[in-house]
Nanobody
Framework: QVQLEESGGGLVQAGGSLRLSCAAS????????MAWFRQAPGKEREFVAA????????DYADSVKGRFTISRDGAKNTVYLQMNKLKPEDTAVYYC????????????????WGQGTQVTVSS
């Protein structure tokens, strides 16, 4: 059983940075894609970034391109989301997700989810 655990959320001022971590366990992830989604209050969950573990293929939502970077540490089975130049509209609960196969922007294709970590950006 795949388990995902996020950490690194918190309160930061606009323009600041945070790095989220997603520790994955339960299997090897060579054929998996990992992704970050987020859900703001009153809004639907939306795609942020995805990473295909074996192919190093990444994809980003337009709203975070140039500010956020998804990466991994294979030895630690951990995926990171480095968030720079944060804006108040980035405030949300951020979720890590995993699926067997290529990355996707569609949350319904991800089988495994973490519990989420809150990111709050003050203006």
């Amino acid at each position: 059983q795949v388990q995902l655990e996020e950490s690194g959320g918190g309160l930061v001022q606009a323009g600041g940075s945070l790095r989220l971590s997603c520790a994955a366990s339960g299997r090897t992830f060579g054929s998996y894609a990992m992704a970050w989604f987020r859900q703001a209050p009153g809004k639907e969950r939306e795609f942020v970034a995805a990473f295909t573990w074996s192919g190093d293929i990444t994809d980003y939502a337009d709203s975070v391109k140039g500010r956020f970077t998804i990466s991994r540490d294979g030895a630690k089975n951990t995926v990171y989301l480095q968030m720079n130049k944060l804006k108040p509209e980035d405030t949300a609960v951020y979720y890590c997700a995993a699926r067997s196969g290529p990355g996707s922007v569609y949350e319904r294709l991800y089988r495994y989810w973490g519990q989420g970590t809150q990111v709050t950006v003050s203006s």
